[in-house]
């Protein structure tokens, strides 16, 4: 029996790997209560489905074979079947698609950006948006409007201070360049004020009833604290990197407390994950842009926090085995016409689990193949005797 299965060992290892690997790359999504909202929204053909990433830290040109062969590979799998099983509308990547980007050339950073449309796979058929990390643009030693600039024009819908303003499904988005927005006098922070304000403008323009594009454009934006009388949650999407001060305790979506493990395998990065955008910035967001859901990254953790105001804001888990042993994203939908947000946090296979079994398959086929030879190798033991 075992010398007749052993032509057939071949195809039933490959057939094993196969089958393993469609099952392990398949996202695991858990939808997460809003206590917002208790009633429940059916899905509608136009709602608006959001797969939302962050912190790839990707390598480019410094990846290794390990790199390249098995964590961009499976990376690109987790993407390919993300959309396939899930059919978001669009992406969105929250900063940090570089792990060494503020430490690299220009020439350089170009690897990490073709390495990102790399393992991207489908998802570059779809509307995408991405916003800029500190470890993409570095500390505000380095901010200015040039290198900022030349990031952003290789990455879709930055302005040239790495924030941008779009509109898909009847859902508005506003992202910020929140690195700029702790650095003090920085050319580049001031630009970012200018974008909040010129957003702010054409939102309250928008719900007043406003004369349209020429008004907006004669307005002169200036940096200032302004009363928005619109009424909070009625704002824009807004898109982060860093997450917002917090005046209360949080704790991430299984209840365990958020505390700073210092998990940065690859490098180290400009700002420590414990660094939040301070109390002004923050608040100034609220008042300018009475966010409809705030959503930002660099924690590494999933988290859904409600501040004070009750505005909601979701932190994106890092999608990369360089951070983590157990990768994630989260797919957010936009009911159609109620304002609502239904959030689910995915995670992916752990690394651990996937090395493991490829070890497992491993000592299983080498045991196949020894146990198959044992009755050819007892015969010859015999002729020879």
């Avoid at 709602?47 to 590979?73: H, I, P, Q, T, W």
């Avoid at 669009?90 to 449309?117: K, N, P, T």
Wanted: hydrophobic share 40%; aromatic share 10%; charged share 20%.
């Amino acid at each position: 029996m075992a010398v007749a299965l052993k032509p057939l060992l071949p195809i039933i290892i490959l057939s094993s790997l196969l089958l393993y690997e469609e099952w392990v790359s398949t996202p695991s999504c858990k939808p997460e209560p809003d206590p917002a909202q208790a009633h429940a929204h059916p899905h509608h053909p136009d709602d608006l489905k959001v797969m939302m990433v962050a912190n790839l830290l990707l390598l480019g040109s410094e990846s290794g074979y390990f790199d390249l062969l098995f964590r961009d590979y499976y990376t690109s799998k987790f993407f390919t079947k993300s959309f396939r099983t899930l059919r978001p509308d669009m992406l969105l990547v929250l900063g940090d698609i570089s792990a060494r980007g503020h430490h690299l050339r220009r020439s350089e950073y170009v690897s990490v950006i073709r390495q990102f449309h790399r393992v991207l796979g489908p998802f570059l058929d779809l509307p995408l948006h991405v916003v800029l990390g500190d470890r993409d643009v570095g500390v505000c030693d380095g901010l200015s409007e040039d290198s900022v600039g030349w990031i952003a024009r290789r990455l879709p819908g930055l302005d040239p201070a790495g924030c941008g303003a779009f509109e898909i499904g009847n859902v508005s988005f506003v992202s910020l360049n929140a690195v700029a927005l702790l650095c003090g006098n920085s050319e580049v922070r001031f630009s970012v004020e200018k974008a909040v304000e010129r957003e702010s403008v054409d939102f309250r323009l928008e719900n007043e009833g406003g004369s349209g594009d020429r008004e907006r454009k004669e307005r002169v934006y200036e940096f200032g604290w302004r009363e928005n009388a619109i009424s909070s949650g009625s704002g824009p999407v807004v898109l982060l990197h860093f997450p917002l001060s917090r005046n209360v305790s949080t704790t991430d979506f299984d209840g365990s407390p958020n505390v700073f493990d210092g998990r940065e395998d690859v490098g180290r990065g400009p700002y420590d994950l414990l660094q939040k955008l301070p109390p002004n910035a923050t608040e100034y967001i609220f008042q300018a842009l009475k966010p409809r859901i705030v959503f930002s990254a660099h924690t590494q953790e999933f988290y859904d926090h409600f501040h004070p105001d009750g505005t909601r804001e979701v932190t994106i888990p890092a999608m990369t085995w360089n951070a983590r042993d157990d990768p994630g994203f989260v797919i957010a939908t936009f009911r159609r016409n109620e304002g609502a947000v239904s959030i689910s946090y995915c995670s992916l296979a752990r690394e651990s689990h996937i090395l493991l079994a490829y070890a497992s398959l491993l000592i299983i086929s080498v045991s196949m193949l020894a146990f198959s030879s044992t009755p050819s190798l007892r015969s010859f033991k015999t002729m020879i005797t």
